[in-house]
């Protein structure tokens, strides 16, 4: 049973440019969630979506923006993109629900130079 | 807002010492709690969690008790290892009818031999 999945690993972009990174959630598991973990912090809430619509979101900006396939795959979107965009991006799924565990996959590095 | 605060690091252990790591949380409603541990390179692992006040977490050896009356939820082992070297994050998932984890900064800890 394959667990979540992001793609791709790591990640270079120039300031101004646009990434698009992509999570496959583990088997079973209709809710995905995205997080970022700067260098030596802890991760904090993107937004999440369930049936292809976001159903809550941090204190983002609207740079960032996402999207949710009928597979329960999704993609999480980064326009004009900032130094302070570096980071780790963790997707994370699980079953719909409140207290319901997610299960993290293993990230993608973004280094915005 | 919800936060969560962990003691600061880094931890450094010798084999087979006992480990506390601190945490408190804010939150409103009945949050779940968890620790996450996060190995060098990979993402998050769920290590435990707890649903509701007295309840007690354990896995691999480490445990955590949900205490309402000082909204805190400590992470301890009776024996640490090399192998239990990590980040040790504690979350919450507010309770509020939220499904965002609110995480604290993290902890590093080191077991040397």
């Known amino acids: 049973d394959a667990g979540v999945t992001q793609s791709p690993t790591h990640l270079i972009k120039t300031r101004g440019q646009q990434v698009t990174l992509r999570c496959s959630p583990k088997?079973?598991?209709?809710?995905v969630s995205w997080y970022q973990q700067a260098l030596g912090q802890g991760p904090q809430f993107i937004f999440q979506?369930?049936?292809?619509?976001e159903r809550q979101r941090g204190n983002f900006p609207d740079r960032f923006s996402g999207h949710q396939f009928p597979n329960y795959s999704s993609e999480l979107n980064v326009n004009a993109l900032l130094l302070g965009d570096s980071a780790l991006y963790l997707c994370a799924s699980s079953p719909w629900g409140v207290g319901r565990e997610q299960y993290f996959g293993p990230g993608t590095r973004l280094t915005v130079t | 807002g919800d936060s969560v605060t962990q003691m600061e690091g880094p931890v450094t252990l010798s084999e087979e010492a006992f480990l506390t790591i601190n945490c408190t949380y804010t939150a409103t409603g009945y949050p779940s709690l968890f620790w996450y541990v996060q190995y060098p390179g990979e993402g998050l692992q769920l290590l435990l969690k707890a649903t509701k006040a007295d309840d007690k977490g354990s896995n691999k050896g480490f445990e955590a008790t949900y205490r309402k009356e000082t909204t805190s939820f400590h992470l301890e082992k009776g024996s640490v290892q090399v192998s239990d070297s990590a980040v040790y994050f504690c979350a919450t998932d507010s309770g509020a009818g939220s499904y965002q984890l609110t995480f604290g900064k993290g902890t590093k800890l080191s077991v040397i031999p």
């Open positions: 979506y369930y049936e292809e619509e």
């Open positions: 088997s079973g598991h209709d809710t």
